[in-house]
């Protein structure tokens, strides 16, 4: 029952901006860390931004400065505004969380993934 809905993403300019949302719904008891991570083509995924339940956060080195995650604890939604993309910012963008359900074990929750182009 407990799942990730994702939304934004799209095609965008070089020097652009855009956000992506993510929520947990269903029989939650908590969510620990949340966070982005995207996998480009013929690349490893990697963790691009996550935040902890107390708002403390980690970003990958190629985003800081124009990346920034936020999270509602009240509505267990994750957000990352992204300014300033780049080509090499294409990707599919997946959101993570950890998650432990009411009625079952904590494990991580992946969202199915949104498409993140950088084009002129």
């Known amino acids: 029952q407990v799942q990730l809905v994702e939304s934004g993403g799209g095609l965008v300019q070089p020097g652009g901006s855009l956000r992506l949302s993510c929520a947990a719904s269903?029989?939650?008891?908590?969510?620990?860390?949340m966070g982005w991570y995207r996998q480009a083509p013929g690349k490893q995924r990697e963790l691009v931004a996550r935040?902890?339940?107390?708002?403390?956060?980690d970003y990958a080195e190629s985003v800081k400065g124009r990346f920034t995650i936020s999270r509602n604890n009240a509505e267990n939604m994750v957000d990352l505004q992204m300014n300033s993309l780049k080509f090499d910012d294409t990707a599919v963008y997946y959101c993570?969380?950890?998650?432990?359900?009411?009625?079952?074990?904590?494990?991580?929750?992946w969202g199915q993934g949104t498409q993140v182009t950088v084009s002129s």
């Open positions: 993570n969380a950890d998650i432990t359900p009411r009625f079952a074990s904590r494990r991580e929750y």
């Open positions: 269903g029989s939650i008891f908590r969510v620990g860390f």
């Open positions: 935040i902890s339940s107390d708002s403390d956060t």
